[in-house]
């Protein structure tokens, strides 16, 4: 009788539907027109700076849901309020531009928008680092947030951000008195998806999570002539190409190896025939460090190379190397504790263990950092949600983990459903959570 009754409730309760969950439905509610909203998006990306029918979207939405909204705040930066009583102050942040690069996807929503870079330099514009996603899923959040009142208090302040792809947009947004026009948080979130983890699934990590990021610049003097006589000339090509050799010893030899950097020589540029020794050569490098000491060593080092090269070559002191390290430079992105480890507890109960992963730190750049750096005291977490399709993770793995598009190919196209859905839900749950009564 009693293993009867053992199998009686054992089938009974397979038999009755799983528990509702507030947060999960009302996500999945709101789905469908966050996809659509999601291919409007992806099919009109703008450019850094020049998000004008981006940001109105963001506004439209944010206005329909009950949100105090302005615009144009740090240029085209949307800063949307909902006041719920007292409480904490949580900012949310996604960001929205595109970038310079002709989509190849071949979704039947691809964008075939074309612009001009700063540069002048015609291109196609395409979301190929999926910021679309993240402006979906910050819409669904912001709904859920405001259809779920009664769960929470305090001030929700969602932040639709230009310009994170030049590392300008958070930084204006301060500058424009973000935390002053609209109030301090205690708390802020974000999240990025992710071409290195299958969709749906979510990375998150304490400590630091996106590297500094530097562009410099080194333009090398010499004297020019005939590449007949080169020892009339100084030469700044054979004077560049000692410089980039001496500069790889800054990591291997200067960097604690327990530290981790980059110095990577993007660009080259010297010369415009065969025959003929150059006045200058330019080296575009870019420069990456997950702590400000580290950064300065990199920079200084860099400076000190360049004009001890020249030295040993023979430049005289007024033709020196000029050394520009370009401004803005993207800070370190922190994640901090406690928030970081509350949010992978969170996370790992809402989700399961098998969908929250700890991940390293990437040596990319992300500007979300200038919100937690302006003030310290602000508990501050960016998560991963992983984009690829299954199938598409699963036949790479087999191939030994090759053959997957990166953020900012043109062939990258996540499994959006998966990312918005997974991401919404888990920025209203990790909300709800700040915000509880």
């Given at each position: 009788?009693?293993?009867?009754l053992?199998a009686a409730?054992s089938?009974?309760a397979f ?7 507030p947060?999960r ?15 409007d998006?992806h099919?009109s ?8 029918n981006?940001?109105a ?12 909204v302005?615009?144009?705040v ?8 909902l006041?719920?009583g007292?409480g ?7 960001d929205?531009d ?5 989509e190849e996807?071949?979704?039947?929503f ?5 612009g001009?870079t700063?540069?002048?330099v ?7 680092c999926?910021h679309d ?11 859920n ?7 929470w ?7 639709a951000?230009p310009a994170?792809?030049s ?5 204006a ?6 935390y ?10 974000a ?5 290195a983890l299958?969709?749906g699934?979510?990375?998150i990590?304490s400590?630091?999570t ?6 410099v610049d ?6 020019g002539g ?5 020892a009339?000339?100084k030469?700044?090509i ?6 980039v050799s ?7 030899r200067?960097?604690d ?6 110095v990577?020589?993007g ?6 025939r ?10 575009l490098l870019?420069?990456r460090?997950y702590?400000?000491?580290v ?5 200084e ?5 360049a ?21 803005p430079f993207t800070?370190?992105?922190v994640?901090?504790?406690?928030f ?5 507890t ?5 989700f399961g263990a ?10 990319a ?16 977490v ?5 984009g ?12 030994g983990?090759k053959?997957?598009?990166?953020l900012?190919?043109s062939?990258?196209a ?5 990312v918005?859905?997974?991401?919404a ?7 709800l959570?700040?915000?509880?009564r």
């Open positions: 009788m009693k293993h009867l053992i409730a089938s009974l038999a009755l539907p799983a528990a509702a969950d947060v439905d009302a996500t999945a509610k709101e789905l469908p027109s966050l996809m659509a909203l999601y291919r998006l099919a990306p703008e450019l850094s700076q020049h998000e004008v981006t940001a979207k963001m506004a439209v939405e944010a206005r329909k849901a009950g949100y105090t302005t615009e144009k740090g240029g085209t930066g949307v800063v949307a309020v006041k719920n007292e904490p102050t949580l900012l949310i942040r996604a929205m595109g970038l310079p690069v002709t996807t071949g979704l039947p691809a964008s075939k928008v074309r001009k700063p540069e002048g015609e291109t196609g514009i395409m979301h190929a999926a996603t993240h402006m979906a899923a910050w819409v669904g959040t912001l709904r947030l405001a259809a779920m009142k009664d769960q208090k305090g001030t929700v302040v969602m932040v951000q994170e792809e590392s300008k947009g958070a930084l947004m301060l500058e424009d008195g973000l002053e026009r609209f109030g301090k948080p205690s708390h802020a979130i999240f990025h998806n992710s071409a299958p969709a699934t979510i990375g990590r400590g630091p996106f590297a500094s990021v530097d562009s080194i333009l090398v003097k010499g004297v005939h590449g007949a006589y080169p009339t000339t030469d700044p054979v004077l560049g190409a000692r410089i001496a500069l790889q010893t800054l990591v291997s200067e960097v190896p327990q530290e981790a950097a980059v990577t020589v660009s080259f540029q010297g010369g415009t065969h025959n003929i020794i150059p006045e200058q050569a330019l080296m870019t420069v460090a702590t400000p000491e950064r300065k060593q990199l920079l080092g860099i400076a000190r190379i004009r001890g090269e020249a030295i040993a070559a023979g430049i005289p002191e007024d033709q020196l190397p000029v050394v520009k390290v370009r401004e800070p370190p992105t994640s901090t504790d406690p970081a480890s509350e949010l992978k969170l996370f790992t109960a809402r098998d969908r929250v992963k700890d991940i390293p730190p990437t040596m750049g992300e500007d979300f950092g200038r919100f937690h750096i302006a003030d310290p005291s602000i508990q501050s960016i998560y991963w949600v992983g690829v399709p299954q199938d598409k993770w699963d036949a790479a793995q087999a191939a983990g053959g997957l598009p990166s900012h190919s062939k990258w996540p499994d959006a459903e998966k918005i859905g997974t991401a839900e888990a920025m209203t749950a990790a909300a959570d700040v915000l509880k």
